[in-house]
Every structure is written in C-alpha cells, then in structure tokens.
C-alpha cells in the first residue's frame, strides 16, 4: 500500500551527523556502542600491561631483561595479527555478530591464564590466545558498526571503537595507579582477571543484539534484513528511506553474487552441496582480488594508515608509559604512574572530537592536521630529552614541559590517526571482499604494532632520545600521506566507493550491474503496479 502524507511527514528523512544524528539514530549508536565493549578488551589487556611491568612483585615473579620484557608486551600483538587474519572466514561463514561472541570466548581463556600465570611461558601463552582474540574484535567490530550505520553518522559510529579502546586504556592506567599499593601478587593479578568480566559482558550481551542487514542479505534472508534495517533506521519497512537503502543492498549483493557465479558457475547450482575444493578456490580467488585494479589502492591506503598509526609513536607510550615519563624526567614509580594516567584521560576526551565532528569536517583533514601538531610534538620531546636526559634533578621545569608535549601528541593522535585507522578501511571495500581486505589491513595494524612493541624499550636504552626523532620522522611522512594519497569519504554510501576509489570498469562487470539494476526496477515496477491496482 501507499505511505500516507502523515507517515511521509512522522518518518522523514534524518540525514544530520554528529551529536544531533547519532541522537537521531538511539538504537544503532546503542548497537555500535555495545558492539565496542570488544575495542574496551583491546584496549584494556594494552594498556595495563604497561603499569603492571613495573610493580615490584610482578618483577619478582617474572625477572625479565629488555628484550624478554618486549617480547611479553608484544607477543599480545602477534596473536592479534594472527587472530585478524583468520576472522574473515568466520565472519562471512556464521556472521558478525557470532563471530565477536565467538572471540569473546577466545578472549576469556587468554585473560584466565593471564591470570593465573606462574613462569613466564604461561604468561607469554595467555597474552598470544588474548591477542586472537583482540585481533579478531578489532577487524570484526569496526565491520558490524558501518554495516549497521547510515552513511551521514558512520564515521562518527566507528570511531566508537576507537573511543572504547581509549576508555579501555583510561581504566586500565588507573586500575594500575590503585593496583600499585598491594603487598601480594594480587597486585598485578586483580588487574588482569577484572578483564575476564568484560569478557563475559560482551559474550553475552551482543546476542541479544541484530544480526548486520548486509550479512543477512548475503545469506539470501531478505525479509530479516528488511526488518533489521527497518528497525535499525526507526522507520517502518515501507518507508522510502529504508526501501531505498533496502534496495541498494539488494542490488550490491546480488551483483557481488553474479560476478562470483560467472567466475566459479559450480556456485549457481543450488542443487547439490559446493565442494570444500570449491570453497577454497572461492576464497582464494576473494583475496586475489583484493589485489585487483580499484581495489589495491583502498588495500594500500588501509595498510598505509595501520603503519602510519603504530609507527607515529603512539603505541611506544602507551605500552611503555610509565617509562616514557622516567625517560623525560619524572622520578618515582608513584609519579610516572599518575602522569600516565593523565595520558588515558587526555586520549578518551580527545577522542570525542572525532566522535562528534568528523562526518562534519571529514577524514583527510583530521589526519593533516594532527600529522603536523604530532611531529612538532616528538621533535620537541626529543631536543628536550636530548640536552637534559642526563641531568633531569636539575632541569625539572624542562622535564614537565616534554610531559606537556606528550600530553599534547595524544591528543592530536587521539582524534586523529587513531579512530581513522579503523573507520576508512571499514568503509572502504565491496562487500563480497569486505571481511577478507579488512582481515589484511587489520593484521597489519598488529605486525606494525608488534614490531614497535618490540623495539621500544631497546631504543629506549640504547639510542634514547633519538626514539622520539624516529617517530618524528614517520609523522612528518603522515602529513603528505594524508594530502595527497587518503581520499575522502565523509556521507558516501558503502555502495558509492567504486565511484571514488574506481572499480568494475571491466565490461562485464558493467553490464552485470545494469543487469541487476534492470531487474530490480523491475521488480518495482511490477510491485507499484500491483497495489495501485489493488487500492483501484
């Protein structure tokens, strides 16, 4: 039947960003906010094993030098590569949303032997099976969030992971600071086993939340994804909006699944089961294609952006901070301890600003600007560090001043480099690649995040203040990155990137989606005529 003038006015079309849009659309910012608690683990298990290596009977109990104590810190990393990697598989097999459940329970049996940990082989364990998981999440979360969100608040609705992450790293710094005044082991094992009931929270409550509408449509359940995306926008399933949406959905999904059938016809022979064989050959064939003409360059931009966002630096202090305070002047575990917290304060509030403001002002410009404040930072910090490392008792006043400037970094990074890392790869790729380009880009956020977790506390030692002019140097790189290879992609559809990145010029793939589009309208023509008749 026809919408009424009433409903078309009662269910207009919301199209605001921001604050104002995200309170337009409550249930998709609670889905995508719940969704984050996985970027709250990730952040969480980082950010505490910085305040945890410097208690006294963690020391006591696991006597490490630089290089083993790198290797604690980063092999978290190596199974977050790992993890990120295979989640594409399971994320097109039995969904987004059983896929984070599934990895929340990876995630509780990392943080239990975490826990318990007694010699350094279990703890080295127990950081590799948390990693799978976090690095599962990370791909998997920043997915279902664009797949639920409209195109005007799906940046500000991905950058919630990036907010999580911050919050996770904010609790944990302070779960140190308290931690810190226990005489026993509980000392560092409180802090890892908090995490095992964020674990469960997130394992439990995302069943209770929608399955992605895309996902669903690629499963062939076209009258859920209809009610999902209904329900998601807050309108009925007639309403334009929502069959407008419905349909360019449809209409990727269907052509992503005619260039499989022409590729592999063994799949449009519903008939009979398809092979393993088969189903190896398709998945091969879907990562080759990440590597295809319009799609290389969003794969390269998306690994570009994971290296740029771990080798500005950011990690180094996080991971490391009570030792980057030491190493700029801050004396006493108390203080370096405190001063870190600040840092989690300064880059949960920061990342607000991307949150509220970035489909307003866009992607590129976030990123050319803290490129620019985030190098002056580093060169600063380390002309500091390089004239007083070695008489800090009398140089306190210059001590504070490179506290303020990593202080000021943070900030810069927070709204910046590091929500953008997630959202652009998550908006960037069709469909049928999505989860598998994602798992590439994904795990090469956690190689570049394990290489500087690694390598740190060596520079730290051996070169000193030159760490901060490396870092310096790929923040200066960042800026022309982001000018002249990052495009924007503020309030396009996940539908409409073909049109920016280029892509399916071939012929045939043309004329495959004119195809689709044909029947389709069709389809509507067919329907519109079918109820004025009816109302007739």
């Known amino acids: 039947m026809k919408e009424t003038f009433d409903e078309a006015v009662s269910y207009q079309h919301r199209e605001a960003s921001g604050l104002k849009g995200l309170l337009?659309?409550?249930?998709?910012?609670?889905?995508?906010?719940?969704?984050?608690?996985?970027?709250?683990?990730?952040?969480?298990?980082?950010?505490?094993?910085?305040?945890?290596?410097?208690?006294?009977?963690?020391?006591?109990?696991?006597?490490?030098?630089?290089?083993?104590?790198?290797?604690?810190?980063?092999?978290?990393?190596?199974g977050c590569w790992v993890g990120s990697l295979i989640v594409g598989y399971f994320s097109d097999k039995i969904g987004r949303k059983y896929s984070i459940a599934l990895y929340g329970v990876v995630f509780l049996i990392g943080s239990a032997v975490q826990t318990a940990a007694m010699d350094v082989n279990y703890l080295l364990a127990g950081r590799f099976v948390a990693g799978l998981s976090i690095g599962g999440l990370s791909m998997l979360v920043p997915l279902y969030q664009s797949e639920l969100a409209p195109a005007s608040i799906r940046g500000s609705l991905v950058s919630l992971q990036q907010l999580a992450v911050t919050f996770g790293i904010l609790i944990s710094f302070w779960i140190d600071y308290g931690c810190q005044y226990i005489q026993s082991e509980a000392q560092w094992r409180v802090p890892f086993g908090i995490q095992i009931a964020l674990g469960l929270l997130l394992i439990v409550g995302i069943l209770f939340f929608p399955f992605s509408p895309r996902w669903l449509m690629s499963q062939g359940r076209e009258d859920e994804a209809l009610a999902t995306l209904a329900k998601l926008r807050r309108l009925p399933a007639s309403h334009p909006r929502v069959q407008e949406e419905f349909r360019d959905i449809k209409i990727n999904v269907k052509f992503e699944k005619m260039l499989l059938n022409t590729r592999f016809p063994e799949l449009a022979q519903g008939d009979h089961k398809v092979s393993t064989w088969t189903n190896i050959k398709v998945g091969a064939s879907l990562y080759a294609d990440c590597f295809k003409k319009g799609i290389f360059i969003r794969l390269?931009?998306?690994?570009?952006?994971?290296?740029?966002?771990?080798?500005?630096?950011?990690?180094a202090i996080i991971y490391y901070a009570p030792r980057i305070m030491q190493s700029v002047g801050l004396t006493g575990n108390s203080i370096s301890l405190l001063a870190t917290g600040v840092i989690g304060i300064i880059n949960f509030l920061s990342t607000f600003i991307t949150v509220l403001y970035v489909d307003r002002v866009g992607r590129r410009v976030f990123l050319m600007v803290a490129a620019v404040a985030m190098t002056v930072c580093m060169?600063?910090?380390?002309?500091?560090?390089?004239?007083?490392?070695?008489?800090?008792?009398?140089?306190?006043?210059?001590?504070?001043?490179?506290?303020?400037f990593v202080y000021l970094y943070i900030a810069n990074f927070a709204y910046s480099f590091g929500p953008l890392g997630w959202v652009i790869p998550a908006e960037m790729f069709p469909l049928r690649i999505r989860s598998k380009a994602m798992s590439i880009t994904t795990s090469a956020n956690w190689m570049n995040n394990f290489i500087i977790g690694l390598i740190t506390p060596i520079m730290l030692e051996t070169i000193r203040y030159k760490t901060y002019v490396f870092f310096a140097i790929f923040?200066?790189?960042?800026?022309?990155?982001?000018?002249?290879?990052?495009?924007?992609?503020?309030?396009?559809?996940?539908?409409?990137?073909?049109?920016?990145?280029?892509?399916?010029?071939?012929?045939?793939?043309?004329?495959?989606?004119?195809?689709?589009?044909?029947?389709?309208?069709?389809?509507?023509?067919?329907?519109?005529?079918?109820?004025?008749k009816e109302e007739a």
């Open 24 to 78: 337009d659309n409550p249930y998709v910012l609670g889905t995508s906010a719940f969704a984050a608690i996985g970027g709250v683990l990730f952040g969480y298990d980082q950010g505490i094993i910085s305040g945890i290596q410097e208690m006294e009977t963690f020391k006591a109990r696991f006597p490490m030098n630089a290089t083993e104590n790198g290797m604690v810190v980063s092999i978290l990393t190596l």
């Open 300 to 315: 390269f931009i998306g690994c570009a952006l994971q290296f740029f966002q771990q080798f500005s630096g950011i990690n």
């Open 379 to 404: 060169v600063v910090i380390a002309v500091i560090v390089g004239l007083f490392e070695d008489d800090w008792p009398n140089h306190t006043a210059a001590g504070w001043t490179a506290v303020a």
């Open 475 to 532: 923040c200066f790189l960042a800026f022309f990155f982001a000018a002249f290879v990052v495009k924007e992609t503020k309030n396009r559809s996940l539908e409409d990137m073909d049109a920016l990145f280029g892509g399916n010029s071939a012929a045939e793939d043309n004329a495959l989606l004119e195809q689709v589009k044909k029947e389709e309208n069709s389809n509507i023509t067919v329907v519109k005529t079918a109820a004025e």
